[in-house]
């Protein structure tokens, strides 16, 4: 963001990068983002990713579902749009930092494609284990529970992939390093 001030406190696993991504870590060489990531951290850059995940996969299952697509056709728009928003939300993150859109796709793609993946594959499966969950319909309660549930076990499963990522300056590291 803009104007955003940034906290850096090497090695303490505390840091943030002004637009709500902790990045703990301690600077190796070449001032790659390294060490040991709070969990706090991991969590902040599990829900950033969440958030395009999850508004590209409630967007697939709501398509799908409305137009009474069967599991697989469903299950692929959400996780085809999962990607789509992870990606973007990212984008734009470092966009506004200065890089350009060639430089900020590659930053999103080293940043979040496991997350992602990992986050998909958690909650589809979920999603997809529930006995008729996807067949519930959009004015099921049960549907929104159950997708809602889906989504909250991603997030319980990616953040230590997220953290194991960040202390070895991958995943969401890797933005802080275009924040300035």
Same mark, same amino acid.
């Given at each position: 963001?803009?104007?955003?001030?940034?906290?850096?406190? #090497?090695?303490?696993? #505390?840091? #943030?990068?002004?637009?709500g991504h902790g990045h703990g870590h301690g600077h190796g060489h070449h001032g790659a983002p390294r060490g040991t990531t709070s969990w706090a951290s991991a969590a902040r850059a599990t829900l950033h990713c969440l958030t395009g995940?999850?508004? =590209?996969?409630?967007? =697939?299952?709501?398509? =799908? #579902?409305?137009?009474?697509? =069967?599991?697989v056709p469903t299950v692929a728009l959400a996780v085809a749009l999962a990607f789509a928003f992870g990606?973007?939300?990212? &984008?734009?993150?470092?966009?506004?930092?200065?890089?350009?859109?060639?430089?900020?796709?590659?930053?999103?793609?080293? $940043?979040?494609t496991l997350s992602i993946a990992v986050m998909e594959v958690v909650d589809n499966t979920a &999603?997809?284990?529930?006995?008729? $969950?996807?067949?519930?319909?959009?004015?099921?309660?049960f549907f929104w529970a159950s997708l809602a549930a889906a989504l909250a076990l991603a997030f319980v499963v990616t953040t230590p992939v997220n953290r194991w990522m960040m202390s070895r300056g991958?995943?969401? $590291?890797?933005?802080?390093?275009?924040?300035r």
């Open positions: 963001m803009p104007g955003a001030q940034h906290e850096h406190r #090497t090695g303490t696993g #505390t840091g #943030t990068d002004g637009h995940c999850a508004i =590209g996969e409630v967007l =697939g299952m709501v398509i =799908g #579902t409305a137009l009474g697509w =069967g599991t990606y973007a939300l990212t &984008v734009r993150s470092v966009l506004t930092a200065g890089l350009g859109l060639g430089a900020a796709l590659k930053v999103a793609l080293a $940043a979040d &999603v997809v284990a529930i006995p008729g $969950a996807l067949h519930a319909g959009l004015a099921s309660w991958k995943g969401h $590291a890797v933005i802080h390093a275009h924040h």
